[in-house]
Every structure is written in structure tokens, then in C-alpha cells.
């Protein structure tokens, strides 16, 4: 008998030869108690928060809770069922109508998770003999949805523009084309040229579809993402988005100004076969969502937070993963992987949390710690993060 | 472009990315004899597209394991 199991040797290797030298597995990080968006209590110690993309800090907002609280009350604790059956409540309906008010767009589509939400639309809308043209570093879920729709999958190189508008030029006359890209790239923290990119893809023909997942909240003038930013949010056909970041729950979405977007819910698989959010959860997430409508101070909050500490990382010699700051999250670059995973248990030892990452998810084979700031993070949390950086990496000799 | 006049560009265009010199026959794998990861793969693949200017999309590659393969394939999508 073949063992099914041989394929994950390397990687089993690769942990068991990481974790023999002692080191925490920062994979299997417990946060035994979480004292606000900012603080958790994690192997006993009090430890900041920089790796949550909980960007606004929504998770103990007091209204957000009340609205869960009384859901739970009111509506139970789980749908048991699908949205099409029996697993649509006042709530569902309720968090839609405030994503179609957040992005002034016609229709909404609620998701149990982002996951799901770009795995559905992408494999519904981008079926056989479709193109779909697409950022190599795009997201997991996007490259899932691209398979199981079974399209013919193009990709470019890495908000290169002119890549993208070759491939765009070369696909037959007369094929169904679909141009996915990202607001923010969330391993690098980076944004992509949306205003050039997207007037490209109408120019060859193409529909559009933005993930917004990482910058929802937070950038733009109303928190739309990047292309509300960069003034062609009109343009796009979908914005893809979750609630597991600036929302502070979980689930994803769709919202779309296309005539038929309705439609989605009846062919959707994703959306179809799965049970419905609980009422607790669309009810947090509504009362969230219509809060980051007028959250203006907190996202100048956020960016001054972001400012501050890529400029101190940046003095105090880490290579970064962009130049200048554009997101939310700062991406500082470790040489490999021993001394990224030595790197991030010395931080866990200061009191800081951060999220190690390593490939395939990281672009050109990077390890990288990921920062993500919160617009619930205080200046003077930013300058004890800051401080916490410098002695880690002097204890593991990682500026040297 | 025949088969010849197509393996001789290829043959200049793989140069570069044959960092070891291996010798390439139909038979020599990428992931295998070149050891080709997920980034050499991408600009490699970006080269001939827009030597030939054509597209191979990701579908097409998974079916390209090794040199041979891929002639064949470039000179079937010159068309």
C-alpha cells in the first residue's frame, strides 16, 4: 500500500528538524485569554497583539458586542441551513443591506468566510473556456476558485502592468475574461496600481474583480479599500471582502452594481451548499460595518500608527517589505527561515506577537515576520514594539 | 515556425535559467533534471510567451513535464 501521507515528508522533516533545537512551534500559538484588540495573555505572559489584522479594533467594541449578545438571545445560536433554505434570518439580511450602504452598491452577498467567498464567485463566473488573468501572489482562495471553476488560469508577474496587458492582448477573440487582483498584497503590505491595471482590463474587454480584503476600513476616504482610493471603485465589477479583519467576526462577501448579480445565489456552490453564519455573527458584523462608516479619526489613527512604526523599524536597520509605508501591515524580512522562526520566539519572549511567514504563502520564497497594526494601538504601544524589535534582534544577532 | 527553428529559440531562451548547464534532450525534466521551482518556472514561462507571443496558461503547463513536451507545445500554439 502506497502511504498517502509520503507527499508531506519534506515538510514533516522540515518542522521535526525545527522544532528539535527547542524551539516554540509558531504554528500552535494559544491565546489563553484576549484582554482587548491589542492585548492577549499567551504561555502566561501579557503580549501585544501585532499579528491579527484586526485593524480597527472592532472585536470589543461595545455595541458590536451588545448586538451579538442580544442575537444569540433573540435568534439562537446557529441556522442549521443553507441560505437558500432555511438559513437566511432578519441578520443576513440586515448585514447585506449595511455592505450595500458601506460601498453604495447595489447588491451584496454574504459569505461563512472570505475563503468561500472568492472560492464561489471566481469558480461560478469564470467557468470553461474563460480566462482568467491574475497577480501571481495572489491570495489562496483566489488560486482554489481559478481550479475549481476551471478556466484557463494566466498569470503575471507582480503589479507589473505591462505583463498584465500583453497576456490580456494575446487571449483569443471572443473568450470571457475575468482580471483578478488585490488592494493590498497582504505579505509584503504592499497596494497594487489599481487606477492603471483596471483601465487597462476595460480597455481588452475584461471584467474585474477586487479583493479588498486588507484594506476595508482602513484606506480610502469612506474605508471602501484601495480602489474607492484611487477613484476607480465605478470600475470594478466585484469587490471581494471579509469580515475577519477591520469587521472584527468572520465571513466574507460579494458586492456588485451587475444586473444580474442576484442570480449568484441560486448557481453559487459555495453559497449554496454550506450552512448560513449564526445570527450572532451577522449581527456583530452589521453593527461593525455601519460603525466603520464614520471611523475617519480611528483610520488617521491607524496610518499615523503604521507611519511611526515603519520609520522606526526602517532606523533601526530591518529591511522592510516596502519602501514607504501603504498599508496596515509591515512586512520585515528575515534571512531564512531558522533565524525568521528564532527571531519570532525572541519576540514572543519580549511580549510581542507576530505572524511568521514562510513559502508558499510568501512571494520569491521569503521567511518574513508580519506586522499587522490596529487602529487600537497606542502611540506609546508602537514605541515599546519598536524597542522590542531592537532587542530581539540583538539577541538573535539578526542585524549583525 | 517549425519544430527546429522553435526548439533552437527555446533552446537560447532556457540558456539563462539553466544555471547548472544540464543537458537538455526532449526527455530532461523541469522539475526534476532542472530543478525548476515556482519563480523560475513563472519568468521562464513569461520569456517564450513573449518570444512567441503567445499564451500558456496554467492548465497548459500542468501538462507540460518536460522539453520535448514543451517544443510540442509552443509549436502547436503558433498555430
Known amino acids: 500500500m502506497t502511504d498517502l501521507f509520503s507527499k508531506f515528508d519534506p515538510l514533516i522533516e522540515q518542522r521535526r528538524a525545527l522544532l528539535s533545537t527547542g524551539l516554540t512551534d509558531p504554528f500552535n500559538l494559544v491565546m489563553e485569554k484576549v484582554v482587548s484588540p491589542t492585548e492577549a495573555i499567551c504561555n502566561g505572559r501579557k503580549t501585544i497583539l501585532l499579528g491579527t489584522y484586526n485593524y480597527m479594533g472592532m472585536t470589543f467594541d461595545p455595541d458590536v458586542i451588545e448586538a451579538g449578545k442580544q442575537a444569540l438571545d433573540d435568534f439562537g445560536s446557529g441556522t442549521t441551513g443553507s441560505r437558500v433554505l432555511n438559513g437566511t434570518y432578519a441578520g443576513h439580511r440586515l448585514v447585506e443591506e449595511a455592505l450595500k450602504e458601506f460601498y453604495a452598491m447595489d447588491h451584496a452577498m454574504v459569505f461563512s468566510t472570505g475563503y468561500q467567498a472568492n472560492l464561489g464567485i471566481i469558480s461560478t463566473i469564470a467557468g470553461k473556456g474563460d480566462y482568467v488573468v491574475l497577480d501571481i501572489d495572489s491570495h489562496a482562495s483566489i488560486w482554489d476558485g481559478c481550479k475549481m471553476g476551471d478556466a484557463e488560469v494566466v498569470p503575471f508577474k507582480h503589479n507589473d502592468i505591462e505583463a498584465m496587458e500583453k497576456r490580456l492582448k494575446r487571449i483569443p477573440e471572443g473568450a470571457g475574461k475575468l482580471v483578478i487582483l488585490e488592494g493590498v498584497y497582504s505579505m509584503l503590505g504592499d497596494i497594487a496600481p489599481l487606477k492603471e491595471m483596471i483601465r487597462i482590463a476595460k480597455e481588452n474587454g475584461a471584467m474585474v474583480l477586487v479583493d479588498e480584503a486588507h484594506s476595508m476600513g482602513f484606506i480610502g476616504p469612506n474605508g471602501r479599500g484601495v480602489a474607492e482610493d484611487q477613484g476607480v471603485l465605478d470600475q470594478v465589477d466585484f469587490v471581494i471582502g471579509t469580515f475577519s479583519k477591520s469587521v472584527g467576526t468572520v465571513g466574507g462577501f460579494c458586492v456588485s452594481n451587475h444586473p444580474k448579480f442576484e442570480i449568484m445565489r441560486l448557481v453559487c456552490r459555495p453559497y449554496v451548499f454550506t450552512a448560513s453564519l449564526p445570527p450572532s455573527v451577522v449581527h456583530t458584523a452589521a453593527t461593525s460595518i455601519r460603525k466603520l462608516m464614520h471611523a475617519g479619526n480611528k483610520r488617521a489613527h491607524l496610518w499615523e500608527n503604521s507611519k511611526v512604526l515603519h520609520q522606526g523599524l526602517r532606523d533601526a536597520g530591518f529591511k522592510l517589505g516596502t519602501e514607504t509605508p501603504q498599508s496596515a501591515i509591515i512586512a520585515v524580512i528575515m534571512p531564512d527561515l531558522e533565524r525568521g522562526a528564532a527571531m519570532w520566539e525572541a519576540l514572543l519572549h519580549e511580549g510581542l506577537y507576530v505572524n511568521l511567514a514562510r513559502p508558499p504563502a510568501t512571494p520569491a520564497g521569503m521567511t518574513l515576520l508580519r506586522c499587522s497594526l490596529c487602529a487600537e494601538h497606542t502611540a506609546e504601544q508602537v514605541q515599546t514594539i519598536i524597542g522590542m524589535f531592537k532587542r530581539a534582534a540583538a539577541a538573535v544577532g539578526i542585524l549583525d | ?79
Not at chain 2, 57 to 62: I, K, L, R, T
Request: net charge negative; proline share 1%; glycine share 6%.
Open chain 2, 1 to 79: 515556425m517549425d519544430r527546429a527553428a522553435t526548439a533552437a529559440k527555446i533552446g537560447d531562451l532556457i540558456a539563462p535559467f539553466n544555471k547548472k548547464g544540464t543537458e537538455l534532450t526532449d526527455a530532461t525534466t523541469f522539475a526534476g533534471d532542472l530543478e525548476f521551482d515556482s519563480l523560475t518556472v513563472m519568468d521562464f514561462v513569461a520569456a517564450i510567451e513573449d518570444e512567441f507571443d503567445i499564451i500558456i496558461s496554467m492548465n497548459q503547463q500542468a501538462e507540460i513535464e518536460n522539453y520535448g513536451q514543451l517544443i510540442d507545445a509552443v509549436v502547436k500554439l503558433q498555430g
